[in-house]
């Protein structure tokens, strides 16, 4: 990507994650799907974004891509400046259910993607480390436990800790904490911004809840339903850290209307027309 000198005669900084023209197209079972279209975002480091839309608009087909899961059918994904065309271990993923191994400790499934890509040894050597985001997720005590014993929210929790003991630097969550309670997920929320600012993780969160997305994210990219595209992008200039107690304050419900506005007028009147 060419970097164009701005006003000043300085190169402005190159984006830590972008996307260029990405489109997606699925064979399909009856006919091909245009799951994607031309889709463009830049994100900065640390910068926390969300993906809404209707079901079924792409959102997932879009995270999927930027994990190495999926090939784009054309454009490119950059991060840090090196072209992804696969899973990359700076990229940690986690989905809407935990998919611990039931037969594993928290301790071990925290251990299994070193394990999976270094071997046992490498794992038992990162055992500290596992031992530190285990306590730094409010689960001390349970590192010897298994799945089975854990609630909902304690199980997504040891999740979170399993996709960052590589030290990923940008984290792709689809629908993380959409199966559980709302006090749960509200205070999931709470702890994941906690971890992404401790870490200066860069993270894009795929959610059904606009204030979920309002809530975690500096930027929200809502998108158009099918062929996914983006069809907006709303800064959200709220402070951080975001509290609980923001989500009754004006500023936050002008963004959740301006984005329930975006999904439900705006689209619909593209749609049509
Ligand atoms: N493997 C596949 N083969 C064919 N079509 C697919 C495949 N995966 C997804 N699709 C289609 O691509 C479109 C986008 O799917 P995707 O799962 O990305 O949407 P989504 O926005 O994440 O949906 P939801 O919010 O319901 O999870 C849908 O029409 C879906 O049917």
Known sequence: MNQQPNVAGN??????LSLTRINKHYRGAREPVHAAKDVSFELERGQT?????????GKSTVLKMIAGLLRPSSGEI???????TGPDKGVGIMFQQPTLLPWRTVTDNVLLPIEIR?????AKLAAERAKSLIHMAG???FEEALPGELSGGMAQRAAVCRMLVNEPDLLL???????????????MNVEFQRICSARKATAIVVTHSIQEAVFLSDVVFVMSP????????IDIDLP????PDMVTSSAFNEYVREIHHCLFVRNSEANHG
């Not at 190169?11 to 830590?16: M, R």
């Not at 969550?173 to 749960?184: H, I, N, R, V």
């Open 240 to 243: 951080r850290p975001r509290t």
């Open 118 to 122: 270094q071997g046992k040894a490498a």
């Open 139 to 141: 689960l001390t005590g």
């Open 78 to 84: 950059h991060l840090d400046g090196r072209r992804l």
């Open 49 to 57: 974004a969300s993906l809404v839309g209707a079901s079924g608009c």
């Open 173 to 187: 969550l689809d629908e993380p904490f959409g199966a559980l309670d709302e006090f749960t997920r509200e205070q």
């Open 226 to 233: 099918r062929p996914g595209r983006i069809s907006k992008r």
């Open 11 to 16: 190169t402005p900084a190159k984006p830590f």
